[in-house]
């Protein structure tokens, strides 16, 4: 059974910084690329940021230069560091790997930024 748990993510002032993190079960955690989505109400979710099983990394523009995803192979772990926040980075972060062609999806973390 795949599970993906998201660390709590949380309030933090514009400017600031955060890192999530994201423990995955139930899958050969490296040889499977991982991403990290949002959502905000009302809106479609959007991909944040992607790394593959090799580490090539991929950036939505709206947090390029400012996010970096990243992932611990031994730990099965994948992390998202983002520094300088911005109000509408605020959203439900998500953990997800698509292995075989079914996407799976973590429970979600909320990340509010405060101007």
């Known amino acids: 059974q795949v599970r993906l748990v998201e660390s709590r993510g949380g309030l933090v002032q514009a400017g600031g910084s955060l890192r999530l993190s994201c423990a995955a079960s139930?899958?050969?955690?490296?040889?499977?690329?991982m991403d990290w989505y949002r959502q905000t109400p009302g809106k479609r979710r959007e991909t944040v940021a992607s790394?593959?099983?090799?580490?090539?990394?991929n950036y939505a523009d709206s947090v390029k230069d400012r996010f970096t995803i990243s992932r611990d192979n031994a730990r099965n772990t994948l992390y998202l560091q983002m520094n300088n926040l911005r109000p509408e980075d605020t959203a439900v972060y998500y953990c997800?790997?698509?292995?075989?062609?079914?996407?799976?999806w973590g429970q979600g973390t909320q990340v509010t930024v405060a101007s």
């Open positions: 997800s790997t698509r292995p075989q062609y079914i996407r799976y």
């Open positions: 790394i593959t099983s090799g580490g090539v990394t």
């Open positions: 139930g899958i050969s955690f490296s040889i499977n690329a």
